[in-house]
Every structure is written in structure tokens, then in C-alpha cells.
Nanobody, 124 residues
Framework: QVQLVESGGGLVQAGGSLRLSCAAS????????MGWFRQAPGKEREFVSV????????SYIDSVKGRFTISRDNAKNTVYLQMNSLKPEDTSVYYC?????????????????WGQGTQVTVSS
């Protein structure tokens, strides 16, 4: 069973950048498809990005395409989310999640393991 711990959140001005990290332990990291989700106050948790087990495949929600980049380092058991050109509407708690599927899954119920989340606040 894998445990996930996110870090790297914080307060940033619009147009700025942040890099989120998610460290995994307790499982074979390279056997999991890894995703990032976010949840703003009063809203549903939504898919942001996903990366395949080996790192060669990725997908993004339309609103972050061209601004966010997902990557992973299987030797370090870590997945990253580089967020550039941040907007106030990106303000959310960001969660990383692990799925046993080999597909680039995007639905919450396809992920069996979740981190505790890290807050990202973008000021205008």
C-alpha cells in the first residue's frame, strides 16, 4: 500500500510559478499511474493532470494546458507538478493520487490512494 505526501504549495502572485512534489512510500512507485487533482472551496475535486507509469504519457485538463507540466522520477519515488503563469482561479488544495491502472485515468474513483493535499493560493 502506497502512502503519498505532497509539498510545495504556498501563496504566489498571479503570473508566478510553483512546483508541487508528491513523495511516495510503501509501494512500488513505478507500478502506479500518478495523478494530480484540485479542490476549491465549495467545488468538486477535479482532475488536473496524469502521468503514466514510465513517464512517457501524460494528460491535462484544458484549463492548465501549456501552463502546467507533470513529471515523475521513479528513482526518487516522486511525482511533480510544475505550475507556471498561475491565475487566481488556480487557487485550490492540490492532491496527488495513485492508480493501479496502466491507463491515463482521470476520474476520482479510479484512484485508490491519496495524499493529504497542499494549499495553493494565487493572489490577483
Amino acid at each position: 500500500q502506497v502512502q503519498l505526501v505532497e509539498s510545495g504549495g504556498g501563496l504566489v502572485q498571479a503570473g508566478g510559478s510553483l512546483r508541487l512534489s508528491c513523495a511516495a512510500s510503501g509501494g512500488t512507485f513505478s507500478s502506479y499511474t500518478m495523478g494530480w487533482f484540485r479542490q476549491a472551496p465549495g467545488k468538486e475535486r477535479e482532475f488536473v493532470s496524469v502521468i503514466s507509469r514510465g513517464g512517457s504519457g501524460e494528460s491535462y485538463i484544458d484549463s492548465v494546458k501549456g501552463r502546467f507540466t507533470i513529471s515523475r522520477d521513479n528513482a526518487k519515488n516522486t511525482v511533480y507538478l510544475q505550475m507556471n503563469s498561475l491565475k487566481p482561479e488556480d487557487t485550490s488544495v492540490y492532491y496527488c493520487a495513485a492508480a493501479t491502472s496502466y491507463l491515463l485515468v482521470t476520474k476520482r474513483n479510479q484512484y485508490g490512494y491519496w495524499g493529504q493535499g497542499t494549499q495553493v493560493t494565487v493572489s490577483s
